[in-house]
């Protein structure tokens, strides 16, 4: 369910409020969805947090000269509405997952640099702003990403604190080519928990793969990060 969320955050067509709700809520979709920076599914089921960059309330005035940055949530059952709760964004890159035995969502670190890390579950509180929630980057980094061969990952929560890192890579002899057609497909399988100062950290490697493969057309999408889900 919860990648099922984050891909109807991402697919969302874009939709341009006419004005932004006084009440911090509403129904429009108030930012376009390239916007996105990352998402996660509330533990509740039903609820999804979605942060943005470079939105502005209103897109058709002239009011708003700097881009602004902030976090939404989207009840997709009752209320079917966006609720704003402040300006500050999420530290993912793409999706998170919640995880109950750490008790916090867990995805990609934003800027790339190789980690993942945990974020506390912020309020569901409505028609008020919502204090940025604490979070911590992980002791152990997962890949490269100053690697010439790396291209882009994508994390995948497989139950129990159990993650599969998914990770494109270019060949050796692409290297140097921004969207290369000769690629390696690189598997992580670890598992998280916090050591006793409270660290996030990878409590054991629990396989490695990697397969090769060209890509069907010389053309294709520039998005790297690979599509990847756990059923």
Known sequence: ?????????????????????????????????????????????????????????????????QPLQGTFSFDTEEQLQFTYHGEWILPFKGQAYYDGELDAWVGLCREGTGYVCSCDVPS?????????????????????????????????????????????????????????????????SFGLKYDKMGELRIAGHLGRASMAYNVARVRVCPTLDPTAFWL
């Open 1 to 65: 369910m919860g990648w099922t969320m984050g891909c109807l955050c991402w697919a969302w067509a874009s939709h341009i409020p006419q004005k932004a709700a006084s009440t911090n809520t509403t129904t429009e979709l108030p930012f376009l969805s390239d916007d996105v920076t990352g998402s996660a599914l509330h533990p509740d089921g039903r609820t999804l947090f979605v942060s943005v960059k470079g939105w502005k309330p209103d897109r058709n005035a002239d009011t708003y000269d």
């Open 124 to 188: 569901l509180a409505a028609n008020c702003e919502t204090e940025e929630p604490s979070w911590k980057v992980s002791k152990d980094k997962v890949f490269d990403h100053r690697s010439m061969r790396h291209r882009g990952a994508t994390l995948v929560y497989m139950g129990g604190s159990r993650y599969c890192l998914v990770q494109c890579c270019a060949e050796k002899d692409d290297e140097r080519l921004a969207y290369p057609r000769h690629r390696v497909m690189k598997m992580f």
